[in-house]
């Protein structure tokens, strides 16, 4: 997986872009306050059992990310090899755990399969969801929220693995604390619904 460098300073090509982005974003290591989160459009209705029977079972791992990912601060992509973070916001928790569980929430919201965790309550599942997840956080050069997620999906008894990449794109009204969080809540809860349409039929 390719590895992005985090620059203080920007070439003269990108002095432009740092200018338009100097109010929004920052480059030091002070936490910013403020905290965000996602949430499942397509989550399990309260007082709805789901039932085993009938199901394959399903283990959603948690996605490896790159190391701009690896962090509570929200990415914002200005460059091909800079990244900066948008000032006085971050997630309340790791992005790689936000999204593991949105994936749970709407692959049992959507029925098609019981998610579970490894061994959990005595079950073992049939397959595995596992992956990369690329991207999760803001592309300034196109104003837009992104999420890229690598999904593999693996069969626990034939060793047997499908590959297919997921992202979505949703404009950006502001890239501030107050207007990133809904877009890229948008776009995770896009990825999420096409991977449990994508496990439904494989």
């Known amino acids: 997986m390719?590895?992005?460098r985090l620059h203080h300073l920007f070439a003269p090509?990108?002095?432009a872009a740092a200018l338009l982005l100097s109010g929004?974003?920052?480059f030091g290591a002070k936490?910013?306050?403020q905290l965000l989160t996602i949430t499942a459009e397509n989550g399990i209705a309260a007082g709805k059992s789901v039932r085993s029977e009938g199901l394959p079972g399903l283990s959603v791992m948690l996605p490896d990310v790159p190391r701009k990912?690896?962090?509570t601060r929200i990415p914002v992509q200005v460059d091909a090899t800079s990244v900066a973070y948008v000032k006085k916001?971050?997630?309340t928790?790791?992005?790689r755990d936000m999204f593991r569980n949105l994936l749970s929430e709407t692959l049992t919201a959507d029925g098609a399969v019981f998610v579970i965790e490894e061994d959990q309550y005595g079950l073992r599942p049939d397959r595995r969801l596992s992956g990369d997840l690329v991207d999760f956080g803001v592309d300034a050069r196109t104003r837009e929220a992104v999420v890229t997620y690598d999904a593999v999906l693996t069969g626990s008894d034939n060793g047997r693995a499908?590959?297919?990449?997921f992202t979505a794109r949703v404009p950006v009204p502001d890239i501030s604390a107050k207007k990133v969080a809904a877009p890229i809540n948008q776009a995770a809860n896009m990825v999420a619904a096409e991977v449990a349409a994508w496990v439904s039929s494989n």
Do not use: D
């Open 2 to 4: 390719p590895t992005t």
């Open 13 to 15: 090509a990108t002095a």
């Open 89 to 91: 916001a971050q997630w």
């Open 162 to 165: 499908t590959r297919q990449r």
């Open 69 to 71: 990912l690896a962090t």
């Open 93 to 95: 928790e790791a992005p």
């Open 31 to 33: 936490p910013p306050p």
């Open 24 to 26: 929004c974003v920052s």
